[in-house]
């Protein structure tokens, strides 16, 4: 069993080596080039970044898992809101896919090869580490998608106050919104790159309530689309935009007021299992160890010479 697992092994490493060097490194061209002398008067090129080849090779790897344009279209909005918007991301998504289902069996078969009775779980060891390998960029992308949101969501409280100062201050909400993306690059990247999105959309042409309702689907962030339907319903019915930024803002420090309540009495409830755990168990250590100690260095003796 382990001599067939290792020559299956050898042999689709093999094949996955020799697939990469015909795609990446093997130039018939360059051979061509060269005894025609075609490539003499041309200027030199600079061999390009190891992480470049490594990252075109993923994205490589993702063209042989086949997709339907649903799940790509899934896939793009996933990646978005984890904030990946590259051309190619989809490619590199599925690409890490296939790559950990392939690696991931290969080092645990490296790793259980020669122990002791591995052999009869060897299988179902493989089976699991390609399982996870395949489901594990998933889970990334949701982790990353979760954090963002919660950045997000971290950081609206002060673009709201800063979109209430410019616009009161006489600015439309066009360039309240770039001056916000603007100021808020450095404390809160996350909202200022959806605000220069929403920037670059109005300057390419879109409607503002098209690029307000962009950003509340490339987000899904609770609070901001209820910023954007705040705006929308402003910008509709012709109502005053600072009055009412100003009265949802106020509505926000509430909410999150009371969620700050909320989670303060949670607190109690939720430190009973590390109290009883961690710190009872120690105090019990303390408080009882010495006398358990003194009671069976003294009186236990006492009683047995009695």
């Known amino acids: 069993m382990e001599i067939w697992a290792s020559l299956l092994l050898f042999a ?3 094949a996955v080596l020799t697939l990469v060097g015909a795609r990446l490194w093997m130039r018939p061209n360059a051979a061509i080039d060269r005894v025609t002398n075609a490539a003499l008067d041309a200027a030199p090129v600079a ?8 990252r075109e090779m993923v994205r490589r790897l993702g063209t042989v898992l086949p997709s339907s344009p649903r799940d790509v279209s899934a896939i793009e909005r996933r990646m978005i809101r984890a904030g990946y918007r590259g051309a190619g991301a989809v490619k590199t998504f599925y690409g890490a896919k296939v790559g950990l289902a392939v ?15 591995a052999s009869e779980n060897l299988p179902l060891m493989l089976g699991i580490a390609a399982a996870a390998g395949f489901i594990g960029p998933n889970r990334f992308l949701d982790f990353r998608a979760r954090r963002r949101q919660k950045m997000i969501r971290r950081g609206l409280p002060n673009a709201l106050d800063l979109l209430v100062v410019c616009v009161e201050s006489g600015l439309g909400l066009d360039q309240a919104i770039m001056q916000v993306a603007k100021e808020l690059d450095h404390a809160h990247p996350e909202i200022s790159q ?4 929403v920037n670059l959309e109005l300057k390419a042409g879109k409607r503002r309530v098209e690029a307000l309702r962009n ?12 910023l954007v339907a705040v ?6 019915f012709g109502t005053g935009i600072a009055q009412s930024l100003r009265t949802h803002s106020e509505y926000m420090r509430v909410q999150s007021r009371q969620t700050a309540e909320e989670k303060a ?4 409830v939720k430190l009973v299992f590390p109290i009883f755990f961690c710190i009872l168990p120690s105090l019990f250590v303390v408080t009882v160890g010495p006398v358990i100690v003194r009671i069976s260095r003294e009186l236990l003796p006492m009683m047995r010479n009695m």
């Open 12 to 14: 689709a490493l093999s």
């Open 47 to 54: 061999s390009p970044h190891p992480a470049l080849l490594f």
């Open 103 to 117: 690696l991931l069996p290969a080092l645990t078969a490296l790793l259980f090869a020669g122990a002791e009775g």
């Open 194 to 197: 959806e605000f220069a999105l």
């Open 215 to 226: 950003l509340a689907e490339r987000t899904a962030v609770d609070d901001l689309k209820k």
């Open 231 to 236: 705006l929308i319903q402003a910008d509709r």
């Open 265 to 268: 009495a949670k607190l109690g």
